[in-house]
């Protein structure tokens, strides 16, 4: 018989390690990674680093735009995005213990929008009725009665 904890751990196991990004709004951003069970078990038996280090990119230029240190097993973590309106990607990078690193995942690219509405300062917070993401100038001459 398979103990609970045992079960647990083994059914957290990802088919692979992955690393995604995920834009909430202007404000916000969502990154998550997964392990596969033979990667947790190594930080688990401190073959690596138990610190990750996530650094986010400027999508195009591949330019450093921010760089945050976590638990290998934090799984997530929200990002306020360093600018609005541009495309960012993310990479999760392994520690051993004796210093060595490479970079273990590369995540999709993502966009976050400027903001609501267009030309809004960067500290704008809009109210809960209004929305976050604008209809496309191509879109506005569409009315619920035309269709």
């Known amino acids: 018989m398979t103990d609970a904890k045992t079960y647990w751990n083994e059914s957290l196991g990802s088919a692979r390690d992955r690393l995604i990004i995920l834009p909430r709004g202007p404000q916000s951003m969502f990154v998550y990674w997964e392990w596969t069970a033979a990667r947790s078990a190594l930080f688990r038996a401190g073959k690596l680093d138990p610190a990750v280090k996530i650094r986010l990119f400027f999508a195009g230029a591949n330019s450093p735009a921010a760089e945050y240190a976590r638990p290998w097993d934090t799984l997530k973590m929200y990002i306020e995005?360093?600018?609005r309106?541009?495309?960012?990607y993310a990479m999760l990078e392994i520690?051993?213990?004796g210093g060595g690193h490479h970079t273990h995942l590369n995540s999709n690219t993502?966009?976050?929008?400027?903001?609501?509405p267009a030309g809004a300062p960067?500290?704008?917070v809009p109210s809960s009725g209004e929305r976050m993401?604008?209809?496309?100038?191509?879109m506005e001459a569409i009315r619920p009665e035309h269709l």
């Open 81 to 83: 995005p360093p600018q």
């Open 85 to 88: 309106g541009r495309q960012y």
């Open 95 to 97: 520690n051993s213990p």
């Open 110 to 116: 993502i966009l976050i929008p400027s903001g609501f």
């Open 122 to 124: 960067e500290d704008y």
């Open 133 to 138: 993401l604008c209809m496309p100038s191509s």
